[in-house]
């Protein structure tokens, strides 16, 4: 979550001072009024979804890895067992 309002909050710094100054060709002015209402909404549209998405990759990743790691290792046990192979065989490298 911390993540997602940081994120948030650098998209609406880029987006403000440097986006939308080279595209209107006039200079960044804070308006303290605006920036509350506008960094929040920056942040729940853009920066909090991103960060619950990631968070579900990368937890689906090392879910994946896990699974991968735990057939390298079923195969090396077979592997061993099946040819009497005393040597370790890298065999999902």
């Known amino acids: 979550m911390l993540t997602g309002i ?3 909050l650098v998209v609406w ?4 001072m440097v986006v939308l100054s080279l595209w209107s060709h006039k200079p960044f002015v ?7 209402i506008n960094a929040l909404i920056i ?3 853009i920066g909090l979804p991103l960060s619950y ?4 990759i ?6 994946r890895r896990v699974i991968f790691l735990d057939h390298c290792w079923n195969i090396l046990a077979i592997k061993k067992r099946d040819y ?4 370790v065989v890298p065999c999902c490298l």
Do not use: D, H, L, W
């Open 6 to 8: 940081v994120y948030g």
């Open 13 to 16: 710094t880029v987006m403000n």
């Open 30 to 36: 804070f308006n303290p009024e605006s920036f509350p």
């Open 43 to 45: 942040i729940v549209a």
């Open 53 to 56: 998405i990631a968070t579900g």
């Open 58 to 63: 990368i937890q689906k990743n090392k879910i």
């Open 84 to 87: 009497r192979i005393n040597t």
